[in-house]
């Protein structure tokens, strides 16, 4: 633990958004939280004058750096306040009020708005090109996007966007690789890619809570996380120590995928992580020589099984060579052919995935207030 | 099979969760409109704990002891519950909105 005085201390020697008013008083501390000697803050600023923000963030960032026991300090700018984070809080006057008694601040992670998970019950319905193709396309509508591929063994999307240089890590921050517009960072980045991952349970769980938590994100509208297929170890961890905003189902229609793909939202239900909607993969197969449509895995079962849950149907994504060949070749299709029809399908659910993100949220966790 | 998931307004969801008493006392506030104010003791007592749960009532009473109960954290986890760190080192149950709303109606 660093000692809280001396970060408020620290804080209180840097000046504000105002330029005039220390930090700590300011009012302007959206969030603060450590975690083995790193120290994540969060400055709310008006979004126009970001840019003139910037000295002071790396002034407070300076002067986190400096206390004792400090490792690494990342003070990011953010339009929003943390859920449940004080409105104003003064702590250089009012240090441990009640020392009896303190609430953790939720642990969103640093410069983050949303955070969404990409799953499926069963693997191998293509859910990790879905997740590539549909960051891609959000960085396309505009916002800054992330990607972490929490498949930990099963690491795909160093493959999918053509990435093969390791990550740098700076100031113990391992510092995500932009492919495509989108910030990646998975632990296929950090292995071979024939080697093996043979994790038990708590490794697993660590590996995710740090590709979340100590990597460098910067300011992003969305962070997209490629779960691995089930209901496990991962998806647990995820729902348990990060606010998401919500979770987006991949299945084939086929019903031995849909099974699972209700396992799925009844799983994110449990944890009430709303279900923005189910998207249909290899939906349908049009031939390339005689044009003639076939529904190999049947077709309609998930946007059926939308409707039966109540859930959004976002999309049919058909099975497809030119996904599949641009998915190998490291360059997703919405990336490769931004204008080509299935570029167009990936950017209609990103603009929905959005519109939902953007809507205030029905049901966000309780404050919880002490004393 | 279970029902839809979809719309249940039944839910019960928490907009407010307030420890007093010097962390003695959770008042939780629901958008039903619901009112419950829960003593920590009464808390710890019904704590869903895994290790709790082969404890008889009796037993649950008897680790307890006569003393007050405090509440000395109380940690979000996720979307879904809170996990408060009890006085006596006991950190280890996590309550859903449900579980908190059922301990207030049935007057716990």
Known sequence: ?371 | MSEPTAPKKADPWPTQLRLTEEGQLLTVTFDSGEVFALSSRNLRLATPSAEAKRLSPAEREAQIGDRPVRITEIEPVGNYAIRPTFDDGHSTGIFTWAHLAELGRTGK
């Not at chain 1, 999309?315 to 029809?341: H, K, Y």
């Open chain 1, 1 to 371: 633990m660093i000692d809280e005085n001396a970060i408020a201390e620290a804080l209180g020697a840097v000046n504000g958004p105002d330029g005039r008013t220390p930090l700590t008083r300011s009012g302007a501390i959206a969030g603060l939280t450590q975690r083995e000697g790193k120290v994540y803050l969060s400055i709310l600023v008006d979004p126009t004058a970001a840019a003139k923000a910037e000295p002071m963030r790396k002034a407070a960032e300076e002067a986190l750096r400096a206390v004792e026991g400090v490792a690494a300090a990342i003070v990011t700018l953010t339009s929003e306040r943390a859920p449940g984070a004080p409105a104003a809080r003064s702590h250089s006057h009012a240090p441990a009020a009640n020392p009896a008694a303190r609430p953790r601040v939720p642990e969103s992670v640093a410069g983050v708005r949303h955070l969404i998970a990409v799953a499926s019950g069963k693997g191998g319905v293509g859910k990790s090109t879905v997740a590539a193709n549909l960051a891609i396309a959000m960085a396309q509508e505009g916002w800054r996007v992330g990607l972490l591929d929490a498949d930990v063994f099963g690491p795909s999307a160093p493959r999918l966007f053509g990435l093969t240089e390791k990550p740098k890590v700076e100031q113990s921050f391992l510092v995500p690789l932009l492919a495509h517009g989108v910030k990646v960072i998975s632990i296929g980045l950090m292995i071979e890619e024939e080697a093996p991952v043979v994790w038990r349970g708590p490794m697993v769980m660590s590996a995710v809570t740090q590709l979340l938590r100590e990597v460098a994100w910067g300011e992003l509208d969305c962070l997209v996380v490629d779960m691995p297929p089930g209901t496990g170890d991962v998806q647990l961890t995820l729902a348990q120590s990060a606010p998401l905003a919500g979770a987006i189902i991949v299945s084939t229609p086929q019903d031995l995928a849909l099974i699972d793909a209700r396992r799925g939202i009844a799983m994110f239900d449990k944890v009430k992580i709303p279900v923005l909607g189910i998207i249909e993969n290899m939906s349908y197969f049009i031939c390339p020589h005689c044009q003639g449509r076939s529904d190999i895995f049947a077709h309609g079962g998930a946007r059926h099984e939308a409707e039966k849950r109540g859930v959004a149907f976002l999309g049919e994504v058909p099975l497809d060579m030119e996904i599949r060949e641009t998915s190998d070749a490291g360059r997703p299709v919405a990336a490769a052919f931004p204008d080509g029809p299935h570029a167009k399908i990936f950017r209609a659910i990103a603009r929905n995935v959005i519109g939902q993100l953007d809507a205030p949220a029905q049901r966000v966790a309780p404050k919880i207030l002490i004393g």
